[in-house]
């Protein structure tokens, strides 16, 4: 795993703040909005935005890219999030 890589998901996983990921499903790029829940060694388990009831795992080598979700700046909670 590369180093940008883990920084996003250890902020999701202490956060608890949803990143998007860029990866591979059936050979073709896809975008997907995810929340890590635990990560181990060979990959990450994740709840989807659309699914937050079951947790899915994902291989280090299926992602792409990994980014703050859309309005997110890395800050962890924000002030509105604290109250």
């Given at each position: 795993?590369?180093?940008?890589?883990?920084?996003?998901?250890?902020?999701s996983l202490?956060?608890?703040?949803?990143?998007?990921?860029?990866?591979?499903?059936?050979?073709?790029?896809?975008?997907?909005?995810?929340?890590?829940?635990?990560?181990?060694?060979?990959?990450?388990?994740?709840?989807?935005?659309?699914?937050?009831?079951?947790?899915?795992?994902?291989?280090?080598d299926q992602?792409?890219?990994?980014?703050?979700?859309?309005?997110?700046?890395?800050?962890?909670?924000?002030?509105?999030?604290?109250?």
């Amino acid at each position: 795993m590369n180093g940008l890589l883990e920084r996003f998901l250890r902020y999701s996983l202490s956060h608890r703040r949803p990143i998007r990921v860029m990866l591979l499903r059936d050979g073709l790029p896809a975008s997907v909005n995810l929340t890590v829940t635990e990560i181990d060694e060979r990959g990450f388990y994740y709840l989807s935005v659309k699914n937050k009831q079951q947790a899915k795992y994902l291989g280090f080598d299926q992602v792409l890219a990994a980014a703050y979700a859309r309005g997110d700046r890395g800050e962890g909670k924000s002030e509105k999030d604290r109250k």
